[in-house]
């Protein structure tokens, strides 16, 4: 019996030999056929996305109607090698070799010339780029920009300063890109109109989003938790802060703010924006446009047209142009004024205290990659709470609307010191929620210098 034994144990020796040779054989045959280990675009994508992203491989009028473009990507990505892929999944060192819309002379990225057949394009970039398609529908960058000059209020490079680091700071916390502007892409739009080629133009750059939000540099996150229900959107392609009766009704020129807006990144977009730049100071109408507004809108005092009362005039005279594709946000701070905003800063907080004492889990020390976990959590406790003026909810964002900070022209409607004195505490107020998770809070909100460390809590 031993003697079989060892015979057996030989042969399976041998038959463990002859397959480990065969695997390596097979192996190697493998790598040579297929050498790189990234799938193909063709084992990635589906024969024609373009004919099932918006319907047709034709030019796209309301490209929001067949949200979200993800829907024509069918990703089966099982590997892909970690030094070339970025915390976000992406795979930076990607780049194809076919000809893409950024190989075409007649694509330009200023304003002069109309983009066509755009979703198209941005379809055929993410074909061949197919690490960027998961998740494309949800996929936000935040723009923003200022002069390319030093400010004249002695404070106001500072003040700037930490508005920037306050948009940095939402987006590093939700997983955001950001782009922040400080030279005018089009000489003759400064000013308020300046945020129009760059939007545009930030869209070409970055075809793998599938919103631009804009958001001006004088306006700060003051909930870092909060984050836009994209889901609400999902038939539409511009959002601003507005209201229906202001506009439609009162015919008033402040019924929105532009200052703030979220735009899809599609063909819609770059024919609107055509149209709204068509009132801009580079047009040879631009004074006639001034007059139009004005005698359209009788509280409007500034002669000059402007983007806010453009955006409002293609409201009223154009609705059904354009007005389907528009979504006037008024059921939270989308754009919060400052005046109404400041002065309950004090009281939220003490409230929101008061709930990390009803659930002690929520003053539990964390990183802050899973804030937005804490978030979730915190959620029950504020769905009572509305965003009326008399709210306890977070606002938000707080805009700083004629306040001026770098030129330090302010709206007489209120003093300089008050624009200051609101900036300093909005911005320590949202910089007490991000400084938490690094162990520190402010004084008090009015104290920007100085930092206390927080004492451990135990939620045992």
């Known amino acids: 019996?031993?003697?079989?034994?060892?015979?057996?144990?030989?042969?399976?020796?041998?038959?463990?030999?002859?397959?480990?040779?065969?695997?390596?054989?097979?192996?190697?045959?493998?790598?040579?056929?297929?050498?790189?280990?990234?799938?193909?675009?063709?084992?990635?994508?589906?024969?024609?996305?373009?004919?099932?992203?918006?319907?047709?491989?034709?030019?796209?009028?309301?490209?929001?109607?067949?949200?979200p473009l993800a829907q024509s990507i069918t990703l089966r990505v099982e590997h892909c090698p970690d030094n070339n892929v970025s915390a976000q999944g992406f795979n930076m060192r990607e780049e194809s070799t076919a000809q893409t819309f950024y190989d075409d002379p007649d694509v330009t990225y200023t304003i002069e010339k109309p983009m066509k057949n755009w979703d198209e394009k941005r379809v055929e970039w993410i074909n061949h780029h197919p690490s960027f398609a998961t998740g494309v529908e949800k996929r936000i960058l935040v723009v923003s920009g200022s002069?390319?000059?030093?400010?004249?209020?002695?404070?106001?490079?500072?003040?700037?300063?930490?508005?920037?680091?306050?948009?940095?700071?939402?987006?590093?916390?939700?997983?955001?890109?950001?782009?922040y502007n400080n030279v005018l892409l089009h000489p003759k739009m400064p000013t308020f109109w300046a945020k129009i080629p760059l939007v545009r133009a930030a869209m070409i750059a970055h075809p793998e989003v599938e919103w631009i939000w804009w958001i001006d540099s004088d306006a700060a996150f003051t909930d870092m938790d909060f984050k836009l229900p994209l889901d609400k959107y999902k038939d539409y392609n511009l959002i601003v802060h507005g209201w229906s009766h202001l506009i439609y009704e009162e015919k008033s020129w402040v019924g929105l703010n532009a200052g703030i807006f979220l735009i899809r990144n599609c063909q819609w977009s770059m024919d609107f924006m055509d149209v709204w730049a068509s009132m801009g100071p580079q047009t040879p109408d631009f004074d006639k446009w001034g007059e139009i507004l004005r005698s359209?809108?009788?509280?409007?005092?500034?002669?000059?047209?402007?983007?806010?009362?453009?955006?409002?005039?293609?409201l009223l005279k154009?609705?059904?142009?354009?007005?389907?594709?528009?979504?006037?946000?008024?059921?939270?701070?989308?754009?919060?004024?400052?005046?109404?905003?400041?002065?309950?800063?004090?009281?939220?907080?003490?409230?929101?205290?008061?709930?990390?004492?009803?659930?002690?889990?929520?003053?539990?020390?964390?990183?802050?990659?899973?804030?937005?976990?804490?978030?979730?959590?915190?959620?029950?406790?504020?769905?009572?709470?509305?965003?009326?003026?008399?709210?306890?909810?977070?606002?938000?964002?707080?805009?700083?609307?004629?306040?001026?900070?770098?030129?330090?022209?302010?709206?007489?409607?209120?003093?300089?010191e008050s624009c200051w004195d609101g900036m300093q505490k909005v911005l320590n107020f949202a910089d007490n929620q991000v400084l938490q998770k690094f162990g520190f809070v402010h004084k008090n909100l009015q104290d920007s210098a100085s930092v206390l460390p927080i004492p451990f809590v135990s939620t045992s």
């Not at 000059?149 to 300063?161: A, E, F, V």
């Not at 940095?168 to 916390?173: E, N, S, T, W």
């Not at 009788?298 to 002669?303: F, G, L």
């Open 318 to 416: 154009e609705k059904k142009t354009w007005g389907k594709k528009i979504f006037l946000e008024s059921e939270y701070y989308f754009e919060g004024y400052w005046v109404e905003i400041v002065g309950r800063l004090d009281s939220i907080n003490d409230k929101y205290v008061d709930i990390e004492k009803q659930n002690r889990k929520l003053g539990r020390r964390h990183a802050e990659k899973v804030s937005e976990y804490y978030a979730e959590l915190r959620g029950p406790y504020l769905k009572e709470s509305g965003y009326a003026k008399d709210s306890w909810k977070r606002p938000f964002i707080t805009h700083f609307a004629g306040c001026q900070p770098c030129s330090g022209n302010h709206n007489q409607m209120y003093s300089g």
């Open 296 to 314: 359209t809108f009788k509280t409007k005092v500034e002669p000059e047209s402007d983007d806010q009362s453009g955006l409002v005039y293609l």
């Open 1 to 67: 019996m031993a003697r079989i034994l060892g015979r057996s144990k030989a042969d399976s020796s041998v038959f463990v030999g002859g397959a480990f040779v065969a695997f390596l054989l097979i192996l190697g045959i493998w790598y040579y056929v297929y050498p790189d280990p990234t799938p193909t675009v063709t084992s990635l994508i589906t024969k024609n996305p373009l004919k099932t992203v918006y319907g047709s491989t034709s030019e796209a009028e309301d490209c929001a109607d067949s949200y």
């Open 147 to 179: 002069q390319n000059t030093p400010c004249k209020n002695q404070i106001g490079d500072h003040i700037l300063l930490r508005f920037f680091k306050n948009k940095v700071d939402y987006c590093r916390i939700h997983g955001y890109d950001i782009f």
